[in-house]
């Protein structure tokens, strides 16, 4: 495992980490959740503002037929989300947008539920591709029952028990998310229109109420149809309910949407830097509380990974994690008793740990702590989450210069021009939707030779555009003049023009064979949605549990205030 340099400065004081080591994939990779993932700081809002989420409507019968109402009120908005359930199908039914039947179907839509909107999205829905979606629709969505966790847990409660808890944790949720489509897909509302302002204004906001309202949806359903099942029917244990997620699965398509959201995936960055940073420079010493509570949160990710039930692959399994996490918490453990980092004082202890470690541990491991780390700094890392922001436009600036072009091409994008795009594998791979599965795929160029490369080449797009640049007899003419001559270059001019940010862009050729796709999936899924227990599938897509050990919406209104990740395997 080869160390790389962790926070450090000239004067050692903790700083955001260089681009040239963060933005390199299986860095990326390696990012966990934390508070700043937009799952977790949405629940944290949720909670401080005590967001009242109650079922309006649920009628469904013995067969899974039936419509289903929440609402969901916030201190300043109303919404609602209405849900259809349907019969599971074991033949029609799929994980994959090319389905054709789904367990449930459902809208998250602005204002209450009147019975026009009801029945408008009846009718629309089930059409998918073909459907509207109302005017105050921000989310379409669907999920799939995990058909013997669903069926056993059904089971347990209608003879009056409690499902096994090593049963459950062997997937840790009922149902499974399988399609969150917003931001003018289908005709829902764009994301850009609702502004700062609304409640859901924020980056994927909407996207991820509406998987919290598919938790508990999967929750209501199983206990409702216990009850109509059975008069000896109970419902599920409370410790039970906290401790269920949604589960998740994500695929190929991430990659392009970190392609072309690079303001956000930057801003999200540098957001999750910065408060990792103010931690890491907390004045902490022997006996300090703060170093308790650290330790009492790498403890609980320790139990977590110990717990952990899943089988990883390609991915590092959670006992091994767990067993360099306990050499964090060993660490810890001397700082509080001694004010010592490995026998030395330190100025800024919480990040001489890191840099001790760095080198032995693995980088999820790492990542964990860095993660823990930002919950010191709750607040800071609350309003750091809260102004991540990306808008996707990208700007030409015409009276900039060839030459200051240039200048910056150099500098900023000298590992783009570093790597070999003239040998055999540099174009090994294309990337390319799939006719019949309506899905991105990566495969060998020359098994799809016709196929539009959908791909952003970015490394042998920033070579060409720096050669074109350099062969300009005039390296004081505009921007403006070289793209009236050059006009193929202009996206990626005005991409280099606005992106003056130090994260935006994954350090990787993307059609390479040695490019691993899932690496810049985890990122998104484990790091910015904050998803736990993501596995690799085939190498192509991930799946994991949104909502783990999330509050349930009786402790939201109670406004019940406390660390709800790395949830423990519940004792009933």
């Not at 410790?239 to 970190?258: D, P």
Request: net charge neutral; with cysteine.
């Amino acid at each position: 495992m080869t160390p790389t340099p962790h926070l450090k400065a000239l004067d050692d004081t903790p700083r955001s980490r260089p681009a040239s080591e963060l933005m390199r994939p299986e860095r990326l990779a390696a990012i966990q959740p934390s508070r700043v993932s937009v799952t977790r700081a949405l629940m944290n809002r949720m909670v401080r503002e005590r967001w009242d989420i109650r079922k309006e409507r649920f009628d469904v019968d013995a067969n899974s037929n039936g419509t289903v109402i929440y609402s969901i009120k916030t201190p300043g908005q109303e919404f609602s989300f209405i849900a259809f359930s349907f019969p599971p199908s074991r033949t029609a039914r799929t994980g994959r947008i090319i389905g054709r039947a789904w367990d449930m179907m459902g809208t998250l839509n602005e204002g209450p539920a009147t019975e026009a909107d009801v029945e408008l999205a009846r009718r629309e829905l089930p059409k998918l591709y073909r459907g509207r979606a109302t005017p105050k629709a921000l989310v379409w969505a669907r999920a799939n029952r995990s058909m013997r966790i669903f069926d056993q847990t059904l089971d347990a409660l209608a003879a009056g028990q409690q499902p096994s808890v090593e049963m459950l944790a062997q997937v840790c949720y009922l149902m499974r998310n399988t399609g969150l489509d917003g931001n003018g897909t289908f005709g829902t509302r764009s994301f850009p229109s609702l502004g700062a302002q609304h409640a859901l204004g924020g980056v994927l906001q909407a996207q991820m109420v509406a998987a919290y309202l598919m938790r508990e949806y999967s929750c209501d359903l199983v206990e409702h149809l216990a009850k109509l099942k059975s008069d000896k029917a109970v419902p599920l244990d409370p410790a039970l309910r906290r401790f269920l997620g949604v589960g998740n699965g994500s695929a190929l398509g991430l990659i392009f949407f970190i392609h072309r959201h690079p303001r956000l995936i930057g801003s999200w960055l540098a957001a999750r830097e910065e408060a990792i940073a103010k931690a890491a420079a907390l004045p902490v010493g022997r006996g300090d509380a703060r170093v308790d509570t650290l330790l009492d949160l790498v403890c609980r990710a320790i139990g977590f990974r110990r717990e952990d039930r899943v089988v990883y692959e390609a991915i590092a399994n959670s006992a091994d994690i767990a067993d360099d996490l306990e050499k964090v918490a060993d660490a810890l453990t001397e700082l509080r008793d001694t004010g010592l980092i490995a026998g030395r004082a330190e100025t800024y202890p919480l990040n001489a740990i890191a840099r001790q470690l760095e080198p032995s541990i693995r980088p999820e491991a790492l990542e964990t702590y860095n993660s823990l780390l930002i919950e010191l700094v709750p607040e800071t890392a609350d309003a750091l989450a809260a102004a991540v922001s990306g808008a996707d436009e990208m700007n030409v600036v015409p009276s900039q210069s060839v030459s200051a072009l240039i200048d910056i091409v150099e500098t900023q994008y000298k590992w783009a021009l570093d790597i070999d795009m003239s040998g055999p594998d540099a174009y090994k791979y294309i990337w390319y939707k799939s006719e019949t599965a309506e899905e991105p795929r990566r495969g060998a160029r020359v098994e799809a030779p016709e196929a539009l490369d959908l791909g952003f080449d970015i490394c042998g797009g920033v070579q060409a555009l720096l050669a074109d640049l350099k062969a300009e007899p005039d390296s004081g003419v505009s921007v403006a003049r070289f793209l009236m001559r050059r006009p193929a270059h202009r996206y990626l001019v005005a991409r280099i023009q606005t992106l003056r940010m130090p994260y935006h862009t994954p350090i990787a050729n993307i059609n390479a064979e040695d490019f691993t796709p899932i690496d810049l999936v985890r990122l998104m899924n484990a790091g910015l949605h904050g998803i736990d227990k993501t596995r690799d599938f085939l190498r192509r897509n991930l799946r994991g549990v949104l909502y783990h050990g999330a509050p349930t919406p009786d402790e939201i209104r109670a406004g019940k205030e406390d660390v709800w990740a790395y949830p423990p395997e519940p004792r009933l």
